[in-house]
């Protein structure tokens, strides 16, 4: 298979962007990309585009062709496809665009992300994530998205000894990294009491534990690394790009403390790239709730089952140490557009591989791991990317 | 990029399916694939699954590591993708699959398209269909699918002197089929009378000119040619996999008697598989409303545009003539369980090219052509599959 590129970023705020449409904020994201891959729209042959529920959010299906059309693409008849896979989706959509030209089968593509989540109040996004989960075994129960991670928190406590306080941390970190991110939903820093003391949503994990429902769109261009010179000084190849799922319902899981599809995808990813995880400078994890960030640490091989916690409550993944996390914010402050989220990670990683990250720019990276997650696990997506040199 | 050929298939009656939900639909198509290709699932790398809106319909989305799951194979973290292009999606998760084999980014693989439209209301299924065309310019404005593929039948009765009764054919030949498929969700034979004498839906289109809602679906196993006779006697090799996409509204295409996203797609099509449509001898085409036939078997290149309706009247596509349409009763007659109708197209033609079809046999075909579109057009799908010997 070819070697493939990352050739364009773009992204839009994330937020609660009323004043802009599902396809606005699709389009934006893709000629943002586009412009940045100084990557003419003729050379172009398909879109793949990542998206968790438009139908019951927007009254939309078929949205690959819509975003294609509204761009002014619909008369070129490119190949368009929407993929979904909860809130992995948009990482699902960069693996079909890597297939795509890895195999031969188109040269250039689009792989973006979008969701426009706050356009139905929060009681219908609520109930509308939690069909990520098994809507029949656990969903019409009553068990919300943030309820079952709250028990995998409850079992990560009582199990490794991890304290309210190790999960805040991970919060307070987010919004710190946040406040350096113009994009991000959320830019004000947080403290520990404010995290501890915030409304509780479900035990023990509160309001500031969770990401917040966003708005947003996140586009990448993807051509053959060969090719890559002729449009970017920087191409940043995709070592590696692989897909694990598991059980929908929790109650099938071997354990609760680990997600073995983000092992799994993560093992598969570093033998794909010959890389370890000690090679890994800069990396955008699954932080939908704050312990999915601990479980996303151990599971993806930067910390040993169990450790996460003090780990983040130590400070350890801030700029200037050894690995930085979710240098964007990650869903807790950058905010969390579902479809878009595994797109707008590679963003990050492109910016911080590139050198381009400003503020947050963590020093010398040159290999990023990108890990979006879906519902409660059932799927992982693990990417490795490269800067070449 | 490697042959791929398909080894096994799979399909559940199409219908209105009360006793059985979704994901039991899903598990018997694929392990019915299985069997039929006697591939151990410790051989399989992923899953493909066609769906159009399981998330309006039956409160579910993350659907394909869900199918998984519930097959048992949780526990294996293969791959697992949705893909959705309105009625669409089951060929692109044909096409999704094509392209991983193909890669060699897997070797076998399982692609199944399922929905469950009938457990709903028909007026909300028909605002969720009504989804998959452009809900902000069409659907809000009362502009249901079949009001649109209305304006297109008046278009083409003036442009090309196509008459109500050259459409009502359409219907009359799709129930003649359809009862020849024990699977089919219609099996009774109609006559021209009844569909020119049902209460009008869209004039000109009455009840019989437009496909059910049904439920069920359908599955098939991808494998390397290379390997595939170590499966079957019979592999039927995918020539060709094409993806085309159009402007999302009506309003904004060239013309109104046209599908560009077939045209194109077929196009691409005959070329990749160095074939020309007099080589194809059993076609399964989108007949979604009478004068979506119309439009495929001018715009796919079989007969000259505008003529395709006295072709039907005539009599020309049923068993042995030069080319047989929709022998499984297509969409009118065996059923539109909306993300299953691709996969199911390319099972029929397996069933076809291998000489299983029975009673609705046709003698001699070497070439089949599947063509699957989205919404009004906006997507088109094409697949060439040709019996290897």
Known sequence: MREVAILGIGQTKFGELWDRSFREIGIEAGFQALVDAKLGSGDLG????????????IAQEHIAPLILDYSGLGGRHLEAMRVEAGSASGALALHSGWLAVASGAHDFVVVGGAEKLTDVPDVVANRIIGSTADHEWEEVFGATLPALWAMMARRHMNDFGTTRSDLASVAVHAHEMGSKNPNAHYRNRINLDAVLNAPPVAEPLGLLDCAPFSDGAAAVVLGPLERARKFTDTPIRIAASQVACDTMALQHRRELTTLDSTVVAAKRAFAQARRAPADVRVAEIHDAYTISALLAMEDLGFVAKGTAGPAFAEGLYGLGGKLTVNSSGGLKAQGRPFGAVGVAQA????????GEAGERQVQGATVGLAHDVGGTGATSVVHLLERVN
């Open 347 to 354: 963003v990050e990683l492109v910016r911080q591989l590139r």
């Open 46 to 57: 398909a879109l793949y585009l990542g998206n968790m529920a438009s139908g019951s959010l």
